[in-house]
């Protein structure tokens, strides 16, 4: 996609109201009494905090089949600003007093589910963990929102992830021992160390920052990447699996386009939303790897 | 058309475990999901699972505990079979490599919760849905069962008999979020609803953005009742900017509640003189709730839950997350500073009525998970018994779609379990409004599965289209806003017949906004404002179901607090509130609650704490 882009003002004002029946309109009447009760209360409160501030967000719009928005642009949004607001806040604000057709994935807006990672201000993060007052000049410039790099755009902020998925899926992410104890209620024993090991790589929530970081990975279709990677690592660490299924895991991590491929740029590990040490965890697959292969040679 | 054996609806955590259970006996399974499933709000667990996994520990007790929590207004089979079958399913997420914490000797480890009489929370760190998730939908790609993922379901596909004990449900109607293609699901085996939780309906929750009650609106619609829908859960431990959850575990491992003038409440005011923040969700959320009406909360609007005493190397043990959260949504480092917390929406006990085999009235359709209502939280779920019902109804669900036999079940369910004959006045009607997509034509006519998916398939595109082709009208988001809104100022912890009255009203004008409500968005590719418009009508039906069935209930029990009835009154409502939609005609009416388990009868006794 061309990363020329026209710019155009939005249109910042509240839809009008539309028609009311009588009784509609008595319930809506002492309806926006108790509103504008609650905004006095409200505003009395913020004003403390100062309120009457604004951000401005300016947002990617892309959508292949509407007219006028076939071409990229940005779109600029005034939002009221509110201590603790997200990013994620501001979208929702502007999708929802301005702009209806305005298309994010979201869903928890508690850093678990995965699904806003965002381009920031030129930084993968996610929206709903990005408090607006930690970014740089945030009530005096404008806050670029755009779609991950390196991922093909479906519309607005959206990007396909199913190349994502599919590196995932391709380092058989899923426990895999090679026996299990006997008895249907006996547990497979694991050391508290081992948990802790492996402990930082299961945290991964799937949101795709780490892959959009990498610059190896756009310049590579094939190589796993480093959510793939981190996934292999938190099997292939956990010694409940055993030594030959450990050995699997290895070899699908040596190939070609697998561990060999990062040049340690670390981009990965400063975006990460989770802190996982990916850089780390695919140098010590890495040793593994050798050692490995010293065992046969 | 699509055709499996098997379609499960939502690939949260009980969605995922009834597709793996259906693939076990060897049926061709499905799962269709408006999200990819490692997105689903399972995710978001943080305190544990329970399970009696240790010899000082049974399965009895762990189902007395569950039984007292309910305020017995759970049905004995269904927490019976919960509780004894819970060990295994945790024992199986175990063997399939979730990474609990562990004890030293290496098994896993359990802390105490809420209401709980032995410490059997599983747990791992206070990420416990998260990993729990992630470990279950691996183990769905290690089977290959195929995700239909971000897919929109709007419709079951149901025949049109006249009574929804005759009628058969055949498949679904989803719509592809990427490309807006609407397509017919067909299932010979049955289709599993497990959508998940309702919280949208209010504005302060623990739940996330894609919780519209989904699966109980489609489920009511196509004639299944709803039962206890009055029974929502507030969570008395959520962030007051965001209502992120702060998890009970926090209480578990020993964090205190505090007021403004430093009193530790729970016992100070005496709302729990034994159990103290322990005792259970509803007690310590009014306990909250009453100090700030009496002006002892901080800032007017929340208390505090301090842990710092517990030490830095015991919370970053078991409580890490709960720091980043703290840290990321309140700004409040929880090592230094106790944290703020008060009442959230959380959870919604009551749902689409099954039995213990996850079956509904309608033959082939099935429920599970938090849109369920088995029934086993009645009026009041205890932390860390979601996750293990989920495991354990979604299996059964499963497992009987897939074609094992679960023997006869004990729970009835449809109009036919009535326990009284005479009619109970609707105090409002409900969902009187036709809002134009309620064809069901109850003639009995359509009976054959292709025929039946081909015209909801017909209705839906309809529908679709029609939203899509208006030109102007009233944004969905300002209906859902004021829904939300009349909820929480209305429908909270504490209630009151002019309160929930008024609810009522707004809702009957949102219903009614809602006939001229638009799609902005004329494209098929993402169209959110689509998804969120039909997700709208959906919250606007358990809204009303949730608002009815407290008005109706004229008692105090469990999470259901009347200013007007302040005592549970077991002689008149040791009963389920059921609402039937019956095309378009709720009814309301009531179902006995089964006390008798298997070999003992549970009496119902004061709860104290
Ligand atoms: C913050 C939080 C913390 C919690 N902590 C605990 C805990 O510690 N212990 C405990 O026992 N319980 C806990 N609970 C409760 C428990 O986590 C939930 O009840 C449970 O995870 C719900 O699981 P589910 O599978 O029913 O739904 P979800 O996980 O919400 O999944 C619903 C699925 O349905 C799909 N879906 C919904 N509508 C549609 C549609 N129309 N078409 C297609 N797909 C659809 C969604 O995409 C999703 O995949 C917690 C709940 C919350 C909110
Ligand atoms: S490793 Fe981190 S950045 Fe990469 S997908 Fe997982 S959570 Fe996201
Ligand atoms: S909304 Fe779920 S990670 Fe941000």
Redesign the interface.
């Given at each position: 996609m061309s990363t020329e882009v026209q710019e155009q003002e939005t249109e910042t004002e509240a839809?009008t109201e539309?028609a009311e029946?009588p009784h509609?309109s008595r319930?809506?009447e002492q309806?926006r009494q108790r509103a504008a009760q609650r905004d006095l209360e409200e505003e009395a409160r913020t004003e403390i905090d100062d309120a009457e501030e604004t951000v401005e967000i300016k947002v990617f719009r892309f959508?292949?089949?509407?007219a006028g928005?076939e071409e990229p642009r940005f779109d600029t949004f005034h939002v009221p600003f509110f201590k603790?607001m997200t990013v994620l806040d501001a979208l929702i604000y502007a999708?929802?007093?301005y702009?209806?057709?305005l298309?994010?994935r979201?869903?928890?807006?508690?850093?678990?589910?995965?699904?806003d990672a965002l381009f920031v201000n030129g930084t993968q993060r996610l929206g709903c963990?990005t408090?607006i007052a930690d970014l740089e000049d945030h009530l005096s410039s404008t806050i670029r929102i755009e779609p991950l790099p390196h991922q093909e755009v479906?519309?607005?902020l959206?990007v396909d992830?199913e190349h994502f998925?599919d590196q995932m899926?391709a380092v058989?992410?899923?426990?895999?021992?090679d026996e299990?104890p006997d008895g249907?209620?006996?547990?497979?024993?694991?050391?508290?160390e081992n948990?802790e090991k492996?402990?930082m790589s299961?945290?991964c929530?799937?949101c795709g920052a780490c892959m959009s970081s990498c610059n190896i990975a756009a310049g590579d279709n094939e190589y796993l990447g480093p959510a793939a990677i981190n996934k292999a690592y938190r099997?292939a660490m956990?010694e409940?699996?055993g030594e030959s299924r450990k050995q699997e895991r290895l070899n699908i991590i040596e190939q070609e386009h697998g561990v060999w491929r990062c040049q340690t740029q670390f981009s990965c590990t400063e975006v990460c939303p989770k802190d996982i040490p990916l850089t780390e965890h695919i140098q010590e697959l890495k040793r593994e790897a050798v050692k490995n292969n010293l065992k046969f040679w | 058309m699509h055709e499996h054996d098997v379609l499960v609806i939502g690939g949260g955590g009980a969605g995922l475990r009834a597709a793996i259970a259906a693939h076990e006996e060897g049926a061709d399974v499905a799962i269709v999901t408006k999200l990819h499933p490692v997105r689903s709000h399972t995710g978001a667990a943080e305190g544990g699972i329970n399970a009696a996994l240790r010899d000082a520990d049974s399965w009895e007790d762990h189902a007395y505990d569950t039984m007292k929590g309910s305020d017995f207004l759970g049905d004995a089979p269904a927490i019976e079979t919960f509780a004894k079958n819970a060990p295994e399913e945790v024992i199986n997420l175990e063997h399939w490599g979730m990474p609990f914490s562990r004890e030293d000797d290496g098994r896993v480890s359990q802390r105490p919760f809420g209401g709980l009489s032995f410490p059997r929370t599983t747990y791992a760190g206070a990420e416990t849905g998260h990993h729990m998730l992630h470990t279950m939908y691996e183990q769905v790609v290690k089977r290959g069962i195929e995700v239909y993922d971000e897919w929109y379901v709007t419709r079951l596909a149901v025949t049109d008999h006249d009574d929804p004990e005759d009628r058969v449900c055949h498949g679904c109607v989803a719509y592809d979020i990427k490309t807006g293609e609407l397509a017919g699901f067909q299932a010979s085996g049955g289709v599993i609803l497990a959508t998940g939780g309702l919280g949208q309906a209010f504005d302060h929750t623990t739940n996330a953005v894609a919780n519209t009650g989904d699966g109980p609106a489609m489920a009511y619609r196509a004639g299944v009742p709803v039962e206890d829908m009055e029974m929502i859960q507030f969570h008395p431990t959520t962030l007051p900017s965001t209502g992120v959850l702060i998890s009970e575990g926090v209480r578990g491992e020993g964090g205190i509640l505090y007021n403004d003038e430093g009193e530790r409440l729970m016992f100070e005011y005496g709302y729990a003189n034994n159990e103290g923040e322990l005792a259970s969700r509803d007690v310590v959320a009014r306990a909250e709730l009453t100090e700030v009406n009496e002006g002892r909360g901080i800032d007017d609007e929340y208390v505090h839950l301090d842990m710092r005493h517990l030490g830095e190397e015991r919370i970053l043990d078991r409580l890490e997350n709960i720091l980043h959260l703290a840290e990321d949504f309140e700004g409040v480092d929880g090592l230094e500073e106790p944290m703020p917390v008060k009442p959230g929406q959380h959870y919604a006990m009551g749902g689409i009525e099954v039995d213990e085999n996850g079956e509904t009235c309608i033959d082939g359709l099935y429920a599970a998970g938090e849109c369920a209502c088995v029934s086993m939280h009645g009026a009041n779920r205890l932390g860390g018994n979601a996750l293990p019902e989920l495991l354990v109804f979604g299996g059964r669900a499963g497992a009987h779609a897939g074609g094992r036999d679960l023997g006869e079940a004990q729970i009835p369910t449809g109009q036919s379990a009535k326990s009284e004959d005479e009619d109970v006045d609707t105090p409002v009607a409900p969902g009187a409004i036709d809002t134009g997509d309620e064809d069901v034509a109850a003639d009995g006519a359509l009976v054959d599965p292709d025929e039946v998916v081909d015209h909801h398939v017909d209705v839906e595109e309809q529908r679709v289209e029609s939203l899509l082709e208006k030109d102007d009208g009233v944004n969905h988001a300002e209906v859902r806003a004021d829904v939300q809104e009349t909820m929480t100022q209305n429908v909270n912890v504490f209630r009151e017949e002019s309160n929930l009255k008024e609810a009522l009203e707004d809702l009957r004008v949102a219903r009614e906004r809602y006939q001229d409500v638009y799609v902005r968005d004329p494209s098929r590719t993402f169209n959110t404002d689509l998804i969120h418009t039909i997700e709208t009508r959906n919250i606007i039906d358990v809204a009303e179901a949730i608002t009815l069935g407290a008005l109706a209930r004229e008692e105090f029990r469990g999470a259901h607090w009347r200013a007007e009835h302040q005592e549970r009154k077991d002689e008149d409502w040791i009963k389920h509130t059921m609402l039937a939609w019956n095309d378009g005609n709720p009814d309301l009416y009531y179902k006995p609650v089964i006390l008798e388990g298997e070999d003992k009868t549970y009496e119902p006794k004061e709860r104290s704490y």
């Open positions: 839809e539309p029946s509609q319930r809506m309806k959508d292949p089949e509407v928005k603790g999708r929802d007093h702009d209806s057709s298309t994010f979201h869903s928890c807006r508690q850093a678990i589910c995965g699904s963990k408090q479906v519309k607005d959206v992830m998925y899926e058989e992410p899923f426990f895999d021992a299990l249907e209620l006996e547990e497979q024993r694991q050391d508290r948990r492996i402990k299961t945290r929530i799937w099997f956990d409940r699996e | -």
